[in-house]
C-alpha cells in the first residue's frame, strides 16, 4: 500500500509539528541504558557446581563476586550499545537477549579473554535485566 | 517456591519447547506473570534455555535462601504487589496476601 505524500513549495511549505501534516519525523533515539543485576546472582554462581566450575577455569574464585558483577555490569552496556547480541523469546517477562562480551581472566589466565554471553531480558526505558550473567561461548 | 529455587518440571506439556518432564532448572526472575515463573534450564554443552513454567506444573529441589528484601530487589520497579511466591499451595506477593482462594487450585 502506497503512502499518500503532501509536496509542499517552498514559498508555502509548513513548518515542523503543524496538525493534520504527513511529515515523518524521526528522533535519534539515545536512551541511557541502565543494568540491574542482583549481587545474588554472581553469589549462584559461585554457589552452583556446574557455573562455579566454569568460571574458576577462567581464574576467577569467589571473593572476585563483586568485581565481576561490576565488570560485567559494563560489558553488557557496552555490548548492547553495540548492537553485539542476538534476540531471544518475547514472552511476557520481557524480550529475551544474550549479550555477547569479552572477560579477561584472571590469576593464571590471566593473558587470556574469554568470549562469554549474559542471558539477559530488555525491560522498558532502556532497563536490561541480567538473568544470567556469565556462560561460556562454546568454542566452534 | 521464589526466585533462585532449584525446581523440577513435573509435567511434559513443555517438550514441543525443548523442556521434558523431569528436568531441573533454577527459578530467575522474581515476579509470577500468568501463574508462571521463569525458569532457566541448563543442558549438555552449556546449553541455556529460559522457559515459563506454570507453578503447577514445578516442585522445588532445592530451596535458596533469599530474604524478603532481596526479592523486592528483583521485582520490576521494587513493587512489592507483585506476586512472587508460592507457599504451602498458595501465590502470595511481599505483603502477604494472597492470590488464590483454595490452596493449590491456582486458578481459584
Not at chain 1, 533515539?29 to 552452583?48: A, C, G, H, W
Not at chain 1, 554471553?117 to 544470567?132: E, H, Q, R, S
Not at chain 2, 525446581?7 to 519447547?17: G, I, L, M, N
Amino acid at each position: 500500500m502506497s503512502e499518500s505524500r503532501t509536496i509542499f513549495k517552498n514559498v508555502n511549505k509548513p513548518e515542523y509539528y503543524h496538525p493534520n501534516c504527513k511529515c515523518v519525523n524521526k528522533e535519534q533515539l539515545n536512551p541511557e541504558f541502565s543494568v540491574i543485576f542482583d549481587p545474588r546472582k554472581m553469589t549462584y554462581v559461585f554457589n552452583d557446581v556446574n557455573k562455579c566450575k566454569m568460571v574458576r577455569t577462567m581464574g576467577y574464585i569467589p571473593e572476585d563476586a563483586e568485581e565481576m558483577r561490576s565488570n560485567i555490569s559494563r560489558l553488557v552496556i557496552s555490548g548492547f550499545s553495540k548492537g553485539e547480541y542476538k534476540l531471544g523469546k518475547l514472552n511476557e517477562n520481557g524480550q529475551h537477549i544474550s549479550v555477547f562480551y569479552n572477560i579477561p581472566g584472571k590469576r593464571d589466565c590471566s593473558d587470556i579473554s574469554y568470549r562469554c554471553i549474559a542471558g539477559c531480558v530488555a525491560w522498558p526505558n532502556g532497563k536490561i535485566l541480567v538473568a544470567t550473567p556469565i556462560i561460556k561461548e562454546k568454542k566452534q | 517456591m521464589k526466585i533462585y529455587d532449584t525446581v523440577k518440571v513435573t509435567s511434559d506439556a513443555y517438550e514441543s519447547e525443548g523442556v521434558k518432564k523431569g528436568d531441573t532448572g533454577y527459578i530467575v526472575l522474581a515476579e509470577i506473570r500468568n501463574n508462571s515463573f521463569e525458569v532457566e534450564f541448563e543442558f549438555a554443552d552449556d546449553d541455556i534455555l529460559y522457559q515459563t513454567i506454570h507453578v503447577k506444573d514445578l516442585e522445588v529441589v532445592k530451596e535458596y535462601p533469599v530474604t524478603d528484601n532481596e526479592i523486592l530487589c528483583n521485582l520490576p520497579g521494587e513493587n512489592p504487589n507483585w506476586w512472587c511466591k508460592v507457599e504451602n499451595g498458595f501465590i502470595m506477593n511481599l505483603k502477604g496476601e494472597k492470590k488464590n482462594k483454595i490452596a493449590y487450585d491456582y486458578d481459584s
